[in-house]
C-alpha cells in the first residue's frame, strides 16, 4: 500500500494511526532544537577556523589530519559503546558519503579559503539547505512543489548575483570550490541520512571516518609538515577544532537533533548557520561586513526559508504486518 506523507505527519488509515518516534518525540520538547543549534554552531565555525589553519599548515594536511582525529574519536566512542559493524550495502553507503564529507567538503573549502574571506563563502554556502533537498528529490524520490523550486531558482540567482558583485564577472577560483564544497556537503548529508534513519547519528559518523581513516592516514602521511610540534598555537588549535568538533561532534549533534525531532521541524535550524559563520568569521578573523554581505545572507536565508515552507509530499511504502489498532 502506498500512503503520501506531508512532513513529519502521522500516518493514517481508516481508524489506524501511526505517528513516527521522531515526530512524538518532538511534540512538546525543545531540546532538540538546542542539540541541532549545538550541531550547527560545529558546523559554522569551519570556515574562519580553516582560514586560521591554513596558515600553517597546507589544504591537502588539513584535509587528511582533520580525518585522523575524527577516526581516532569514532573509534573511541565505537569501544565504549560496542555496536555491530555496518552491513555491505550500509558500507557502500557509508564509504560514499565518507568520501564527499570527510575529503570533498574539507578539501574544497580549504582551497577556498585561500582566496576567498570566510564570510564570503559563508553567503554562498547559505543556499546548501536548498541543495540538500534537491538531492533528496532526485536520489530518494521526494516529490516537491513548483513552489520550492521557484525559491530554489532564486535563492540560487541571489548567490551567483552575489559573486560577479563582489568579484566581478571574473569568478574566482574560491568560488568554484565553495559552490563544489556544497554539492559534496549536500550530497553526503543525503547519503547518510538514509543510515541514520536504522542507526544512531553517532554510529553513522564513528564507521564513516573509521572507513575513511587509510586515506586520511595516507594525505596525512604525504603532507605531514616539518617541525609539526613548533607550529604557533592558534594552528595547532584550529587543526584539532576541525577534526574534533566540525567533523565529528557537529555531525553527532545534528544527526541526533534531526532523529529526535524530525526533519522538516528541526532543519529550520540550519537557517542561522549563515549568520553564526559571520558571527565567527567577525570575532576570529576581524572581517568586516559590509552592506552586501549582510544584504545577501539574510536574502538567500529567506529563500532556503520559504522554499523549506513550500508544500512537498513523499510516498512511504506502508508494511501492514507493522500497523497495530
Same mark, same amino acid.
Given at each position: 500500500?502506498?500512503?503520501?506523507?506531508?512532513?513529519?505527519?502521522?500516518?493514517?488509515?481508516?481508524?489506524? $494511526?501511526?505517528?513516527?518516534?521522531?515526530?512524538?518525540?518532538?511534540?512538546?520538547?525543545?531540546?532538540?532544537?538546542?542539540?541541532?543549534?549545538? %550541531?550547527?554552531?560545529?558546523?559554522?565555525?569551519?570556515?574562519? @577556523? $580553516?582560514?586560521?589553519?591554513?596558515?600553517?599548515?597546507?589544504?591537502?594536511?588539513?584535509?587528511?589530519?582533520?580525518?585522523?582525529?575524527?577516526?581516532? /574519536?569514532?573509534?573511541?566512542?565505537?569501544?565504549?559503546?560496542?555496536?555491530?559493524?555496518?552491513?555491505?550495502?550500509?558500507?557502500?553507503?557509508?564509504?560514499?558519503?565518507?568520501?564527499?564529507?570527510?575529503?570533498?567538503?574539507?578539501?574544497?573549502?580549504?582551497?577556498?579559503?585561500?582566496? @576567498?574571506?570566510?564570510?564570503? %563563502?559563508? =553567503?554562498?554556502?547559505?543556499? #546548501?539547505?536548498?541543495?540538500?533537498?534537491?538531492?533528496?528529490?532526485?536520489?530518494?524520490?521526494? !516529490?516537491?512543489?513548483?513552489?520550492?523550486?521557484?525559491?530554489?531558482?532564486? +535563492?540560487?540567482?541571489?548567490?551567483?548575483?552575489?559573486?560577479?558583485?563582489?568579484?566581478?564577472?571574473? &569568478? *574566482?577560483?574560491?568560488?568554484?570550490?565553495?559552490?563544489? *564544497?556544497? @554539492?559534496?556537503?549536500? /550530497?553526503?548529508? @543525503?547519503?547518510?541520512?538514509?543510515?541514520?534513519?536504522?542507526?544512531?547519528? &553517532? &554510529?553513522?559518523?564513528?564507521?564513516?571516518?573509521?572507513?575513511?581513516?587509510?586515506?586520511?592516514?595516507?594525505?596525512?602521511?604525504?603532507?605531514?609538515?616539518?617541525?609539526?610540534?613548533?607550529?604557533?598555537?592558534?594552528?595547532?588549535?584550529?587543526?584539532?577544532?576541525?577534526?574534533?568538533?566540525?567533523?565529528?561532534?557537529?555531525?553527532?549533534?545534528?544527526?541526533?537533533? #534531526?532523529?529526535?525531532? %524530525?526533519? +522538516?521541524? !528541526?532543519?529550520?535550524?540550519?537557517?542561522?548557520?549563515?549568520?553564526?559563520? #559571520?558571527?565567527?568569521?567577525?570575532?576570529?578573523?576581524?572581517?568586516?561586513?559590509? &552592506?552586501? =554581505?549582510?544584504?545577501?545572507?539574510?536574502?538567500?536565508?529567506?529563500?532556503?526559508?520559504? %522554499?523549506?515552507?513550500?508544500?512537498?509530499?513523499?510516498?512511504?511504502?506502508?508494511?501492514?504486518?507493522?500497523?497495530?489498532?
Amino acid at each position: 500500500m502506498l500512503v503520501v506523507m506531508r512532513d513529519q505527519s502521522p500516518v493514517t488509515n481508516s481508524n489506524l $494511526t501511526v505517528s513516527s518516534p521522531a515526530s512524538r518525540s518532538a511534540d512538546g520538547h525543545v531540546w532538540p532544537y538546542g542539540v541541532a543549534l549545538i %550541531g550547527i554552531s560545529c558546523f559554522a565555525i569551519t570556515l574562519p @577556523v $580553516t582560514v586560521i589553519a591554513l596558515e600553517d599548515f597546507s589544504s591537502a594536511f588539513i584535509t587528511g589530519f582533520r580525518g585522523v582525529l575524527a577516526a581516532c /574519536l569514532g573509534g573511541l566512542v565505537l569501544l565504549i559503546w560496542r555496536r555491530p559493524p555496518p552491513t555491505t550495502s550500509e558500507r557502500r553507503d557509508l564509504t560514499l558519503s565518507g568520501l564527499l564529507l570527510v575529503f570533498g567538503f574539507p578539501g574544497c573549502i580549504a582551497l577556498a579559503m585561500q582566496s @576567498v574571506p570566510a564570510t564570503h %563563502g559563508a =553567503v554562498v554556502l547559505g543556499i #546548501l539547505p536548498l541543495m540538500t533537498l534537491m538531492w533528496a528529490r532526485i536520489l530518494l524520490g521526494e !516529490i516537491r512543489s513548483w513552489a520550492f523550486w521557484g525559491w530554489s531558482s532564486l +535563492g540560487g540567482s541571489i548567490v551567483i548575483a552575489f559573486i560577479v558583485w563582489t568579484e566581478g564577472i571574473q &569568478w *574566482a577560483f574560491g568560488d568554484l570550490w565553495v559552490l563544489c *564544497a556544497g @554539492v559534496c556537503a549536500s /550530497l553526503g548529508y @543525503v547519503l547518510s541520512n538514509r543510515r541514520t534513519q536504522a542507526r544512531p547519528g &553517532w &554510529w553513522v559518523i564513528s564507521w564513516m571516518v573509521i572507513l575513511m581513516l587509510p586515506l586520511s592516514l595516507l594525505i596525512s602521511v604525504l603532507w605531514w609538515p616539518p617541525f609539526f610540534w613548533a607550529r604557533p598555537l592558534t594552528s595547532l588549535s584550529a587543526l584539532v577544532s576541525l577534526g574534533l568538533i566540525s567533523m565529528y561532534l557537529g555531525f553527532v549533534a545534528w544527526n541526533s537533533a #534531526l532523529s529526535a525531532g %524530525g526533519i +522538516g521541524r !528541526i532543519g529550520q535550524v540550519q537557517l542561522l548557520q549563515v549568520f553564526i559563520t #559571520l558571527g565567527f568569521s567577525t570575532w576570529l578573523l576581524g572581517e568586516s561586513l559590509a &552592506w552586501p =554581505v549582510i544584504s545577501a545572507a539574510c536574502a538567500v536565508t529567506l529563500c532556503v526559508m520559504m %522554499g523549506r515552507r513550500a508544500e512537498w509530499v513523499r510516498a512511504v511504502p506502508v508494511d501492514r504486518s507493522r500497523v497495530t489498532s
